[in-house]
């Protein structure tokens, strides 16, 4: 301790019980150990922590969270932020579960897995409840026994229906701090982070809908904003800097067929952010949505060891040609239906994209040509 310091000695005193209850406490020989935060994806979301993902009714948040859960599921880096390791997912999905599960499916199809450790409920719960933090645990708990590795996050979708459940009010505060503090229960439990899907109020501007309550126990806000093209940004946070994070478009895919031959579809969130092609205005729809699914899979890490080829650039990130057209199949933008209708799509699709100086071909590989 340090010398200048005046030491005081504790007076005789009777002293407490041994099984007498005192709050945790944390002394300074602790604190440099706290400071190493968890991450979960770094630099955005930690374990021990809360966020909350905010946005009007339809724009696309809850696509959002899906695609965040499957790259921390995969143990995928996330939009430039690294995950350190796969962790498993437990989404309490108080509205639309079936619509999760299918956005989950479709998205770990995009991504070629088989299977993720995502665990989604259909369950009410009720936030206000004392047993809520107790039963969240244990339904953590049955989520690792079940996939062997421990959740590192915790979606619950919407908080505002959780809230509601209990009786409570999202405009009341009283209600908002009734829930944090059972959040803040909660996180005792289990070390995960732990993200909350909220509505945006009529103007949009004032962000997250409800009492002002809620921003108090918050460590991240993510924005979502915008209508054809979505921008989601950190609007606050206690260690981060407010920044744009992706700019998305909730895209159409095909998962199925119903017992008729119709197609079951659902939306995906796919990054807007890839430059489109310079020589766009001579490509058809089809060209263009290749190019993408090609700057996808390469930002995505679907790449091979570059080949020693003197045609291909020594910087170039390769992907296999065969495995592009696989992910052009998938995503119906080839005809499956006919192998040979598909195959003559591909030479086309290929063709187009060479003559405008946008990919390069040789051999077994394709990559992109910076503009």
């Avoid at 008729?260 to 490509?283: C, K, M």
């Avoid at 187009?352 to 390069?360: F, K, N, Q, Y």
Wanted: net charge neutral; glycine share 8%; hydrophobic share 40%.
């Amino acid at each position: 301790m340090d010398a200048k310091l005046k030491m005081t000695t504790v007076p005789d005193a009777p002293r407490l019980a041994p099984e007498s209850a005192i709050l945790p406490l944390s002394f300074f020989s602790d604190f440099r150990t706290a400071q190493q935060r968890k991450p979960v994806l770094k630099g955005l979301l930690h374990c021990g922590e809360t966020s909350a993902i905010v946005a009007p009714a339809k724009a696309g948040k809850s696509a959002l969270v899906d695609d965040i859960a499957v790259h921390v599921a995969s143990g995928r880096d996330w939009n430039g932020h690294h995950c350190p390791e796969p962790g498993a997912v437990l989404i309490i999905a108080l509205e639309r579960a079936a619509l999760h599960q299918r956005r989950i499916a479709a998205r770990a199809d995009g991504l070629g897995l088989s299977d993720v450790p995502v665990a989604v409920s259909s369950s009410v719960v009720n936030m206000l409840d004392p047993a809520f933090p107790d039963l969240i645990a244990t339904t953590v708990f049955a989520v690792e026994e079940r996939t062997g590795l421990q959740v590192r996050l915790i979606v619950i979708d919407t908080a505002t229906k959780g809230i509601a459940a209990g009786g409570g009010d999202e405009d009341r505060a009283r209600d908002v701090n009734r829930a944090a503090a059972n959040l803040r229960r909660l996180h005792e439990r289990v070390d995960a982070h732990i993200c909350l899907v909220w509505h945006s109020g009529k103007d949009v501007s004032k962000g997250a809908r409800g009492s002002s309550a809620l921003i108090g126990d918050l460590d991240v806000v993510i924005e979502v904003k915008g209508t054809q093209i979505r921008t989601a940004s950190v609007a606050m946070a206690n260690d981060q800097e407010p920044r744009d994070l992706i700019n998305y478009e909730l895209r159409p895919v095909v998962i199925g067929a119903d017992e008729d031959g119709q197609p079951i579809t659902t939306a995906i969130v796919v990054s807007a952010d890839a430059p489109e092609p310079s020589g766009r205005s001579n490509l058809t729809r089809k060209n263009r949505e290749a190019h993408r699914v090609l700057t996808e899979m390469l930002a995505e890490g679907d790449t091979v060891q570059r080949p020693d080829d003197p045609k291909v650039p020594a910087d170039a990130e390769c992907v296999l040609t065969e495995a592009w057209k696989d992910r052009l199949l998938a995503r119906r933008i080839l005809d499956g239906a006919n192998a040979d209708t598909a195959s003559r799509q591909f030479r086309r699709i290929k063709s187009a994209l060479v003559d405008a100086g946008v990919v390069g071909i040789s051999g077994s590989v394709v990559w992109r040509v910076s503009n």
